[in-house]
Protein backbone atom coordinates (compact mmCIF):
# COMPACT_ATOMS: atom_id res chain seq x y z
CA UNK A 1 0.00 0.00 0.00
CA UNK A 2 2.34 2.19 -1.32
CA UNK A 3 0.68 5.56 -1.06
CA UNK A 4 0.16 4.56 2.98
CA UNK A 5 3.77 4.28 3.68
CA UNK A 6 4.59 7.35 2.42
CA UNK A 7 1.91 8.97 4.57
CA UNK A 8 3.11 7.25 7.42
CA UNK A 9 6.86 7.80 6.75
CA UNK A 10 5.68 11.64 6.35
CA UNK A 11 4.15 11.44 9.75
CA UNK A 12 6.76 9.87 11.83
CA UNK A 13 9.31 12.40 10.23
CA UNK A 14 6.89 14.96 11.69
CA UNK A 15 6.59 13.02 14.99
CA UNK A 16 10.39 12.73 15.83
CA UNK A 17 10.22 16.09 15.59
CA UNK A 18 8.75 16.48 18.91
CA UNK A 19 5.58 14.71 20.72
CA UNK A 20 3.80 17.47 21.29
CA UNK A 21 3.73 18.06 17.07
CA UNK A 22 1.80 14.29 17.64
CA UNK A 23 -0.47 14.78 19.86
CA UNK A 24 -1.73 18.04 18.29
CA UNK A 25 -2.30 16.15 15.11
CA UNK A 26 -4.16 13.16 16.60
CA UNK A 27 -7.51 13.56 16.67
CA UNK A 28 -10.18 11.44 18.62
CA UNK A 29 -12.48 9.25 16.53
CA UNK A 30 -15.71 11.28 16.53
CA UNK A 31 -18.84 9.94 17.93
CA UNK A 32 -22.14 10.14 15.94
CA UNK A 33 -25.45 8.99 16.24
CA UNK A 34 -26.51 6.21 14.07
CA UNK A 35 -30.25 5.62 12.45
CA UNK A 36 -32.40 6.89 9.91
CA UNK A 37 -30.30 10.67 9.75
CA UNK A 38 -27.08 9.24 9.06
CA UNK A 39 -29.13 6.68 6.53
CA UNK A 40 -30.25 9.74 4.72
CA UNK A 41 -27.13 11.26 4.45
CA UNK A 42 -25.70 8.02 3.07
CA UNK A 43 -28.75 8.28 0.31
CA UNK A 44 -28.31 11.80 -0.97
CA UNK A 45 -24.14 11.12 -0.94
CA UNK A 46 -25.17 8.54 -3.24
CA UNK A 47 -27.08 9.76 -5.54
CA UNK A 48 -24.99 13.04 -5.25
CA UNK A 49 -22.31 10.65 -7.29
CA UNK A 50 -25.07 9.61 -10.00
CA UNK A 51 -23.88 5.81 -7.48
CA UNK A 52 -26.29 3.64 -9.93
CA UNK A 53 -24.43 4.24 -12.30
CA UNK A 54 -21.21 3.66 -10.80
CA UNK A 55 -23.13 0.06 -10.21
CA UNK A 56 -24.42 -0.14 -13.60
CA UNK A 57 -20.10 0.46 -14.93
CA UNK A 58 -18.64 -2.78 -16.03
CA UNK A 59 -15.34 -1.62 -16.43
CA UNK A 60 -13.30 1.41 -15.26
CA UNK A 61 -9.73 2.31 -16.65
CA UNK A 62 -7.21 4.68 -15.33
CA UNK A 63 -3.60 5.70 -14.02
CA UNK A 64 -2.64 5.78 -10.39
CA UNK A 65 -0.17 8.85 -9.95
CA UNK A 66 1.65 8.05 -13.18
CA UNK A 67 3.07 4.99 -11.55
CA UNK A 68 0.14 1.98 -12.34
CA UNK A 69 -2.03 2.04 -14.87
CA UNK A 70 -5.60 -0.44 -14.29
CA UNK A 71 -8.41 -1.98 -16.45
CA UNK A 72 -10.99 -3.48 -14.27
CA UNK A 73 -13.40 -5.75 -15.28
CA UNK A 74 -16.30 -5.05 -12.27
CA UNK A 75 -18.70 -6.95 -14.02
CA UNK A 76 -16.41 -10.51 -13.45
CA UNK A 77 -13.75 -9.29 -10.72
CA UNK A 78 -11.01 -9.02 -13.03
CA UNK A 79 -7.86 -6.55 -12.81
CA UNK A 80 -4.85 -6.14 -15.22
CA UNK A 81 -2.50 -4.15 -13.57
CA UNK A 82 0.63 -2.92 -15.17
CA UNK A 83 4.23 -1.02 -14.50
CA UNK A 84 7.11 -0.64 -15.85
CA UNK A 85 7.77 -3.77 -18.15
CA UNK A 86 5.03 -5.40 -16.57
CA UNK A 87 1.40 -6.15 -17.07
CA UNK A 88 -0.39 -8.01 -14.62
CA UNK A 89 -3.91 -10.35 -14.90
CA UNK A 90 -5.61 -11.26 -11.63
CA UNK A 91 -8.50 -12.75 -10.88
CA UNK A 92 -9.80 -10.74 -7.35
CA UNK A 93 -11.82 -13.37 -6.88
CA UNK A 94 -9.44 -15.93 -6.14
CA UNK A 95 -6.20 -13.97 -5.93
CA UNK A 96 -4.60 -15.74 -8.80
CA UNK A 97 -3.38 -14.97 -12.41
CA UNK A 98 -0.93 -14.67 -14.56
CA UNK A 99 2.07 -12.22 -15.26
CA UNK A 100 3.76 -10.47 -18.30
CA UNK A 101 7.36 -9.09 -18.76
CA UNK A 102 8.00 -7.22 -21.63
CA UNK A 103 5.25 -8.64 -23.00
CA UNK A 104 6.55 -12.30 -22.49
CA UNK A 105 4.72 -14.73 -20.06
CA UNK A 106 6.35 -15.51 -16.77
CA UNK A 107 6.41 -19.36 -16.92
CA UNK A 108 8.03 -19.25 -13.34
CA UNK A 109 5.23 -20.50 -10.56
CA UNK A 110 7.00 -18.66 -7.92
CA UNK A 111 7.78 -15.54 -9.56
CA UNK A 112 3.97 -15.44 -11.01
CA UNK A 113 2.58 -15.45 -7.42
CA UNK A 114 4.87 -12.90 -6.52
CA UNK A 115 4.12 -10.85 -9.25
CA UNK A 116 0.37 -11.38 -8.85
CA UNK A 117 0.65 -10.46 -5.33
CA UNK A 118 2.44 -7.40 -6.18
CA UNK A 119 -0.04 -6.59 -8.78
CA UNK A 120 -3.01 -7.60 -6.13
CA UNK A 121 -1.49 -4.84 -3.50
CA UNK A 122 -1.32 -2.36 -6.19
CA UNK A 123 -4.93 -2.36 -6.94
CA UNK A 124 -6.52 -2.79 -3.19
CA UNK A 125 -4.78 0.29 -1.94
CA UNK A 126 -4.62 2.21 -5.49
CA UNK A 127 -8.56 1.97 -5.75
CA UNK A 128 -9.75 3.42 -2.60
CA UNK A 129 -8.63 6.34 -4.00
CA UNK A 130 -10.90 6.15 -6.91
CA UNK A 131 -14.33 5.91 -5.61
CA UNK A 132 -14.83 4.80 -1.70
CA UNK A 133 -18.03 6.82 -1.43
CA UNK A 134 -19.25 3.62 -3.25
CA UNK A 135 -18.58 1.43 -0.76
CA UNK A 136 -20.25 3.23 2.29
CA UNK A 137 -22.97 0.42 2.41
CA UNK A 138 -21.05 -2.12 2.01
CA UNK A 139 -21.64 -5.63 4.14
CA UNK A 140 -19.67 -4.60 7.82
CA UNK A 141 -20.02 -1.41 7.67
CA UNK A 142 -22.02 1.27 10.26
CA UNK A 143 -22.86 4.84 9.58
CA UNK A 144 -22.99 7.51 11.97
CA UNK A 145 -23.82 11.30 11.27
CA UNK A 146 -21.32 13.80 12.83
CA UNK A 147 -21.88 17.60 14.01
CA UNK A 148 -18.78 19.55 12.32
CA UNK A 149 -19.73 22.61 13.69
CA UNK A 150 -19.07 24.28 10.60
CA UNK A 151 -21.33 25.94 7.60
CA UNK A 152 -23.04 24.41 5.59
CA UNK A 153 -21.00 20.95 6.57
CA UNK A 154 -22.09 17.64 7.91
CA UNK A 155 -20.04 14.78 8.67
CA UNK A 156 -21.07 10.97 7.89
CA UNK A 157 -18.47 8.48 9.53
CA UNK A 158 -17.99 5.40 8.35
CA UNK A 159 -16.64 2.29 10.13
CA UNK A 160 -15.65 -1.28 8.73
CA UNK A 161 -16.40 -3.11 11.43
CA UNK A 162 -15.91 -6.47 9.77
CA UNK A 163 -14.51 -7.60 6.11
CA UNK A 164 -12.19 -6.32 3.66
CA UNK A 165 -8.46 -5.95 4.74
CA UNK A 166 -8.66 -3.79 7.79
CA UNK A 167 -11.52 -4.18 9.87
CA UNK A 168 -11.88 -1.07 12.66
CA UNK A 169 -10.97 1.22 9.72
CA UNK A 170 -13.30 4.33 9.57
CA UNK A 171 -13.42 7.58 7.41
CA UNK A 172 -15.33 10.84 7.95
CA UNK A 173 -16.80 12.37 4.97
CA UNK A 174 -16.69 16.42 5.03
CA UNK A 175 -20.18 16.87 2.94
CA UNK A 176 -21.75 20.20 1.47
CA UNK A 177 -24.81 20.37 2.21
CA UNK A 178 -25.40 22.17 -0.86
CA UNK A 179 -24.14 19.76 -3.02
CA UNK A 180 -23.90 16.76 -0.85
CA UNK A 181 -20.62 15.29 -2.31
CA UNK A 182 -18.04 15.14 0.08
CA UNK A 183 -15.26 17.40 0.01
CA UNK A 184 -12.86 16.17 2.15
CA UNK A 185 -12.32 12.62 4.13
CA UNK A 186 -10.79 12.33 7.54
CA UNK A 187 -8.64 8.12 8.35
CA UNK A 188 -8.70 6.63 11.44
CA UNK A 189 -7.04 3.52 9.78
CA UNK A 190 -4.56 0.81 11.28
CA UNK A 191 -1.78 1.31 9.01
CA UNK A 192 -1.82 5.36 9.66
CA UNK A 193 -0.93 6.40 13.12
CA UNK A 194 -2.50 9.45 13.71
CA UNK A 195 -5.60 9.45 13.74
CA UNK A 196 -8.21 12.20 11.61
CA UNK A 197 -5.58 12.67 8.74
CA UNK A 198 -7.37 14.65 6.21
CA UNK A 199 -7.56 14.44 2.42
CA UNK A 200 -9.46 16.54 -0.08
CA UNK A 201 -12.10 15.13 -2.34
CA UNK A 202 -12.00 17.74 -5.42
CA UNK A 203 -11.85 17.91 -9.09
CA UNK A 204 -15.41 15.58 -9.82
CA UNK A 205 -15.64 14.80 -13.01
CA UNK A 206 -18.83 12.66 -15.00
CA UNK A 207 -17.28 9.61 -16.31
CA UNK A 208 -18.78 8.24 -20.05
CA UNK A 209 -20.83 5.68 -18.10
CA UNK A 210 -22.91 9.06 -16.17
CA UNK A 211 -20.54 8.20 -12.96
CA UNK A 212 -19.69 11.38 -10.62
CA UNK A 213 -16.08 10.51 -9.31
CA UNK A 214 -12.94 13.05 -7.89
CA UNK A 215 -9.70 12.89 -9.40
CA UNK A 216 -7.50 14.50 -6.98
CA UNK A 217 -7.00 14.46 -3.00
CA UNK A 218 -4.86 16.91 -1.82
CA UNK A 219 -3.48 15.78 2.00
CA UNK A 220 0.03 14.89 3.27
CA UNK A 221 0.77 13.67 -0.94
CA UNK A 222 -1.43 14.99 -3.10
CA UNK A 223 -3.01 11.66 -5.07
CA UNK A 224 -3.66 12.15 -8.18
CA UNK A 225 -6.07 9.53 -11.06
CA UNK A 226 -5.08 10.22 -14.70
CA UNK A 227 -6.94 9.08 -17.72
CA UNK A 228 -10.14 7.93 -16.16
CA UNK A 229 -12.26 6.33 -18.32
CA UNK A 230 -15.61 4.09 -18.00
CA UNK A 231 -17.51 1.08 -19.74
CA UNK A 232 -20.92 -0.04 -19.47
CA UNK A 233 -19.00 -3.59 -20.26
CA UNK A 234 -16.19 -5.61 -21.57
CA UNK A 235 -17.27 -5.29 -24.97
CA UNK A 236 -17.14 -1.50 -24.99
CA UNK A 237 -13.50 -1.40 -24.17
CA UNK A 238 -11.78 -0.69 -26.84
CA UNK A 239 -8.89 -3.10 -26.62
CA UNK A 240 -11.41 -5.85 -26.28
CA UNK A 241 -11.65 -8.72 -23.88
CA UNK A 242 -8.22 -8.56 -22.52
CA UNK A 243 -8.82 -10.85 -19.98
CA UNK A 244 -9.51 -14.10 -22.06
CA UNK A 245 -5.75 -14.59 -20.69
CA UNK A 246 -7.27 -15.82 -17.75
CA UNK A 247 -9.70 -18.48 -19.11
Known sequence: ??????????????????????????KPLPEGEQG??????????????????????????????????????KDRSFVKVSWEQYDVFVNLSTKQGKAYAKSKLVKDSSATVEFVTKAYN??????FWLNPISKIRDRGTKRSLINLDQPNKTGLLVT????????????????????????????????????GIEFSWEEYVKTETGAIISVY???????KINGLKTYSDITAFEEGDIFEVLN
Do not use: C
Not at 176 to 190: C, G, L, T
Open 1 to 26: MKIFKYIVIFLLLIAAAGTVTFFVLD
Open 36 to 73: PRAEALADRMLEAINDSAWQATGVVSWNYQDIHDFVWD
Open 122 to 127: FWANDS
Open 160 to 195: YQSGGVTPGDSYLYVVDEENYRPEAIKMWVSIIPIG
Open 217 to 223: HDGPIGV
